[in-house]
């Protein structure tokens, strides 16, 4: 019976090895429901039907060779989405590999198991079961590697902290195999390899584990995305809804003004309607937006982030012109703007303000280190679009960690950079992005974008 | 740097006065020697031709009676093409001709950090007079010559001679031995290199056009598939420059 469980136990860690090296190089869910959707059912699936053909055909390593060959290629077919010829090719590699391990069990068993006399059949059976879990780290590395995609969110070092459960399982079991000469009692050896098969499971369980953590904090990045665009969307409603209702207020005050104004008139008192008059210039004045680029949603975006820089002591520069023929989506457009210039203020914030202030002439003068230019313009059917901002070194570096590795990953600047590039390639635009220590530029072309 | 003359028209005289003593500030400062006239309406501005020309840079308010900010800067314009005009507005518009006068920069009146915004803008405009063109002699198969680099429009290689084609009367083409390769290393950043036989200057680049490069003049030249990324890349950098 304990010997039937320890060839069970091999057969599925076959089984596994097999699911994790077609997952790496196919995507599963051929199928949505059934038998061949669930991972673990495969598995089992694999495992038992492997077990007729190894026990009738027993001894012809050939005919074994061809019906397992026979039975991957058909169970993948269901459960990888790919073509015939891919998994008759996947399923050949893999039944070489499988050669391969067995092999180096051939060659490993005589260091291992130094005293031959006394080569129990447990001993080869761990040592079957070393070389598997072998196969099987390997298998899973090449998972890590391949599918960096998918393993993207976790970072290298846990990655390499999490291979050091598999190895470290491999070094206890070569303990036992050495050991093994010295056990006398059946149940210290039965306890061995129940160990050894523990640990064989543990790695499965802790790589899977992993897999989902990466899985979920992809999911995580994702509605960080999604938050990000709806923020964004929102306060673009609530900027138009503000002037809306702005001017909505301002036709009925117009109203009252008049009528005040004609009472002073009336009453002839010019010198209190002349103040009243300088006074209530300055109120429209200041209602009204600073850029109009005959875009109402470029207006709002912009405005809406010129006073946001001048609140924060940010000198905005802009080169505008009109926009209104500017062929994108509304809100493709708005997620574009408020993304960069949101960056771009979230990083002037970053840089120390001017130490001191006595009065405006006085500033202007020292280095200005809160910056920010924006060029939105339509020339030639092209939308050119280019922020340049300051910035502070020393934060560069710190987000550079937080979100990616690569320095030319668009990651690196933060997640709302990455809308922008998704924006970018809808419209086969193109983008280039410089920085120093101090200044972080993006500029963007749109090719074929304004409607003439 | 020699002598700078600025002019300041504003019918708020108020507001010239404060636009002055921020120049004034600033120019000293930096050590600048400088004057400044200050005009109350956009036709006294206009009204002296030759002084009109005088002035290297032109602070112009646009709402002003009569003839405003922008009419004046078309009159400024259709004698001098090197005037830096900066606007002075109450709000930035589209509707602005402004961009066809070619303005540096638009100021806003109401703007918390006007003074800084004036300073910026002198940034800009003292950074862009300082720029000398990169003059080098080349001693062409035609005869040596003296070429600015900014005037050449591209070079193209072909069996080991090298055409200059050059931003004259026309453009011009003048020939040499030599490689692309060779001198390449002469041209700045504003050069990008397209193709194994083409350098570009970026300053004549209009667009690109699937793989064809679109130049002043309906000029076409093509691009390597393997330098379309960094020709994009360079284009996009060199025009979002304010």
Not at chain 1, 15 to 22: L, R
Not at chain 1, 128 to 150: G, P, S
Not at chain 1, 338 to 357: D, F, G, V
Not at chain 2, 22 to 45: A, H, L, R
Request: glycine share 6%; hydrophobic share 45%; net charge neutral.
């Amino acid at each position: 019976m304990f010997e039937f469980v320890q060839g069970c136990s091999l057969v599925f860690l076959e089984a596994i090895c097999c699911v994790i090296f077609f997952e790496t190089f196919g995507e599963r869910g051929r199928w949505k429901k059934g038998i061949f959707a669930s991972r673990w059912k495969t598995i089992l699936c694999l495992g038992v039907l492997s077990f007729p053909s190894a026990v009738l055909i027993q001894g012809d390593i050939w005919l074994q060779l061809v019906s397992n060959l026979a039975l991957t290629i058909v169970i993948m077919m269901f459960y990888i989405r790919g073509s015939t010829g891919k998994c008759i090719l996947l399923a050949i590699v893999l039944q070489g590999l499988l050669w391969l391990s067995d092999i180096l069990a051939l060659l490993a068993a005589p260091w291992l198991a130094q005293n031959d006399a006394a080569h129990s059949r447990k001993e080869d059976f761990l040592i079957a079961l070393l070389v598997k879990m072998f196969l099987l780290l390997l298998l899973m590395v090449m998972n890590i590697v391949f599918r960096r995609r998918d393993a993207r969110y976790i970072r290298a070092r846990d990655w390499l902290v999490f291979l050091a459960v598999p190895v470290f399982s491999m070094a206890v079991t070569v303990s036992f195999i050495r050991n093994m000469e010295f056990v006398q009692t059946t149940g210290l050896e039965r306890f061995f390899v129940e160990m050894a098969l523990g640990f064989a499971a543990m790695n499965v369980i802790m790589f899977y584990f992993m897999q989902n953590i990466a899985r979920r904090e992809h999911l995580l990045h994702e509605r960080a995305l999604l938050d990000m665009e709806a923020r964004s969307q929102t306060q673009l409603y609530k900027t138009i809804m503000e002037k809306v209702q702005g001017q909505r207020k301002l036709s009925h005050e117009y109203k009252n003004q008049i009528t005040c104004i004609q009472a002073l008139c009336e009453a002839g008192e010019y010198d209190k309607l002349e103040d009243y008059l300088k006074q209530i210039s300055g109120e429209v004045l200041h209602d009204l937006d600073y850029i109009d680029t005959n875009n109402v949603f470029a207006n709002a975006v912009l405005n809406a982030k010129y006073q946001e820089a001048v609140e924060r002591d940010i000198l905005m520069v802009c080169k505008i012109n009109d926009l209104s023929g500017l062929a994108m989506d509304s809100s493709d457009l708005v997620v574009l703007l408020s993304n960069l210039l949101n960056n771009a203020i979230e990083a002037c914030e970053k840089c120390p303000a001017e130490p001191s202030r006595e009065s405006t002439v006085s500033v202007g003068l020292k280095l200005c280190l809160r910056k920010i230019k924006l060029k939105c313009v339509c020339e030639e059917g092209e939308f050119i679009l280019s922020v340049r901002n300051t910035q502070n070194g020393a934060l560069k570096k710190a987000r550079e960690k937080l979100y990616s590795t690569k320095n030319d990953n668009p990651g690196s600047h933060g997640i709302g950079l990455k809308n922008v590039v998704q924006i970018v390639e809808k419209y086969g635009g193109y983008y280039a992005i410089g920085h120093t220590k101090s200044e972080f530029q993006i500029s963007i072309i749109f090719p074929h974008m304004a409607r003439t | 740097m020699g002598f700078v003359k600025i002019a300041v028209c504003d019918d708020e005289i108020i507001f010239a006065r404060k636009l002055e003593k921020i120049i004034n500030k600033y120019c000293t400062v930096k050590q600048i020697p400088f004057q400044i006239d200050i005009y109350q309406s956009g036709k006294e501005f206009i009204a002296d031709n030759i002084k009109m020309m005088e002035y290297q840079i032109v602070f112009l308010d646009i709402n002003m009676e009569e003839i405003d900010g922008l009419e004046a800067a078309r009159e400024l314009r259709k004698l001098c093409r090197d005037t830096y005009v900066i606007f002075v507005t109450a709000f930035i518009n589209y509707t602005l001709e402004g961009y066809k006068v070619d303005a540096i920069r638009y100021l806003l009146k109401s703007d918390g950090n006007f003074g800084q915004s004036v300073c910026e803008s002198l940034d800009a405009v003292f950074e862009k007079m300082q720029y000398k063109p990169h003059i080098r002699e080349f001693s062409f198969q035609q005869g040596a010559r003296r070429v600015a680099l900014e005037k050449i429009v591209y070079i193209e290689s072909s069996l080991h001679k090298l055409t200059f084609y050059v931003a004259e009367e026309g453009i011009v083409p003048y020939t040499m031995y030599e490689t692309l390769n060779h001198i390449a290393a002469i041209f700045s950043g504003d050069f990008v290199r397209i193709h194994q036989s083409y350098l570009v200057n970026l300053r004549f680049v209009r667009r690109i056009e699937g793989n064809n490069l679109l130049l002043q003049d309906n000029l076409a030249l093509p691009v390597a598939r393997s330098k379309l990324k960094e020709v994009r890349q360079k284009i996009a950098m060199y025009k979002g420059v304010i």
